[in-house]
């Protein structure tokens, strides 16, 4: 049962180099998250997507971009990365309707 | 920022001692939900009180919604070891389906 994984699980990256982190649910769930953690800030959402296709701004967007073309994946790509950028990255899925919400084991980037 | 805060950020206690942390958010809500996360981990789901609720218990925990006050507690009783974690308040804002996390509560139970 492997749920929701995200990959890479760490990643480090050179300041204005393109990354991508892929997140992947096996639940079919209609609703998928990108989140970031910093120490002082806890979770801020980045973007959200509600189904194929539809996808939505969250709390600090600026800097990221999203895709989604299949129910089961949302990759999120730092076009350019910058350092305050690094940071522990959650993916999430969860249910239509549903009030829960599923995580990943978070993506630890670092922009050098 | 829809961001709720935690309150208290850290919190100490000895084993079999009640932990209760506090969540104060800014907007209506649908719903408010706790997560617990361990060192290194995702944001595991614990408890969801809905916002014509006042009250949930579920095993050793124990949850508290005040809506008048946009305020919710979170009660561990006879907390053990294991228990040590950061807890997160998530609420849903009325427009649905987006879930904002707090701050976080540290908390250490000492053996």
């Known amino acids: 049962d492997a749920g929701i994984t995200q990959s890479p699980r760490y990643k480090i990256t050179e300041t204005g180099r393109q990354v991508t982190l892929m997140c992947h649910q096996t639940w079919s769930h209609s609703y998928m998250f990108w989140y970031r953690q910093d120490l002082g800030h806890g979770l801020r959402l980045i973007y959200y997507s509600a189904a194929a296709d539809i996808t939505d701004k969250g709390e600090v967007p600026d800097g990221y971009v999203v895709s989604r073309s299949k129910t089961e994946n949302f990759p999120l790509t730092l076009e350019s990365a910058t350092r305050s950028q690094t940071s522990v990255y959650f993916c999430a899925s969860g249910a239509a309707g549903g009030n829960t919400i599923y995580f990943g084991e978070g993506s630890w980037l670092t922009v050098v | 920022s829809q961001q709720g805060e935690e309150d208290p950020q850290a919190l100490s206690i000895q084993e079999g001692e009640n932990a209760t942390m506090n969540c104060s958010y800014k907007t209506s809500i649908n719903n408010l939900q706790w997560y617990r996360q361990n060192s290194g981990r995702g944001l595991v789901h614990l408890i969801l009180?809905?916002?014509?609720?006042r009250e949930k218990h579920s095993g050793r925990l124990r949850v508290t919604l005040d809506t008048s006050k946009k305020s919710s507690s979170l009660l561990i009783t006879a907390s053990r070891a294991a228990d040590t974690a950061s807890y997160f308040c998530?609420?849903?804002?009325?427009?649905?389906?987006?879930?904002?996390f707090g701050t976080g509560t540290s908390l250490t139970v000492i053996p």
């Open positions: 998530a609420t849903d804002p009325n427009t649905g389906n987006q879930f904002y």
């Open positions: 009180i809905r916002s014509n609720e």
